[in-house]
T-cell receptor, first 115, second 111 residues
Framework: AQSVTQLDSQVPVFEEAPVELRCNYS??????LFWYVQYPNQGLQLLLK??????LVKGINGFEAEFNKSQTSFHLRKPSVHISDTAEYFC?????????????FGGGTRVLVKP | DAGVTQSPTHLIKTRGQQVTLRCSPK?????VSWYQQALGQGPQFIFQ???????QRGNFPDRFSGHQFPNYSSELNVNALLLGDSALYLC??????????FGPGTRLTVL
């Protein structure tokens, strides 16, 4: 079984400051890794994903994440946030197997960008 | 290209009733997954359908059932509703075994 831990439930940050959201996972097999964003009263939007290859992954809206296999982490970063980045962010994993690719999510990190 | 669509947007039911939620996948996708997101929590996997069969199931009781149609659209049925079933129900589609894309969700309130 897999599990995902998002170490910060809330992250307040000032506009134009950098932000890092931490994600650690546990799995006995190889995984795919994802970050999704959820704006109020909306569904989830894919920010970026790691399937294989380069461990530094770039996504939409200036976000990037780095896969660290030895530390089982997949932290999300943005060098300069905007007010519009205020949202909830979810880290998720799925296992690499033929019989389905269910996602296991962390509890989420709420980012509040202050002017 | 239309994304994943879900209906209805909101739904209010009373305890003991039954509900059906609907999902149309993104064009070209053959797999539909359903998730339950309680307030303030991350989504929890309910089940996944591929080729009209349930391929994977999460830790949900048999009151939760589903169906996938030949056009890949899907329904989620919940019987004997409980107060604790109040949540946002999210549908996601993918082209197995690739990335899942989510719809806007259906907000279910059980009174």
């Amino acid at each position: 079984a897999q599990s995902v831990t998002q170490l910060d439930s809330q992250v307040p940050v000032f506009e134009e400051a950098p932000v890092e959201l931490r994600c650690n996972y546990s799995s006995s097999v190889s995984v795919y890794l994802f970050w999704y964003v959820q704006y109020p009263n909306q569904g989830l939007q894919l920010l970026l994903k790691y399937l294989s290859g380069s461990t530094l992954v770039k996504g939409i809206n200036g976000f990037e994440a780095e896969f660290n296999k030895s530390q089982t982490s997949f932290h999300l970063r943005k060098p300069s946030v905007h007010i519009s980045d205020t949202a909830e962010y979810f880290c998720a994993v799925s296992t690499i197997k033929a019989a389905g690719n269910k996602l296991t999510f962390g509890g989420g990190t709420r980012v509040l960008v202050k002017p | 290209d239309a994304g994943v669509t879900q209906s209805p947007t909101h739904l209010i039911k009373t305890r003991g009733q039954q509900v059906t939620l609907r999902c149309s996948p993104k064009s070209g996708h053959d797999t539909v997954s359903w998730y339950q997101q309680a307030l303030g929590q991350g989504p929890q996997f309910i089940f996944q359908y591929y080729e009209e069969e349930e391929r994977q199931r999460g830790n949900f009781p048999d009151r939760f059932s589903g169906h996938q149609f030949p056009n890949y659209s899907s329904e989620l049925n919940v019987n004997a509703l409980l107060l604790g079933d109040s949540a946002l129900y999210l549908c996601a589609s993918s082209q197995q075994p690739d990335t899942q894309y989510f719809g806007p969700g259906t907000r279910l309130t059980v009174l």
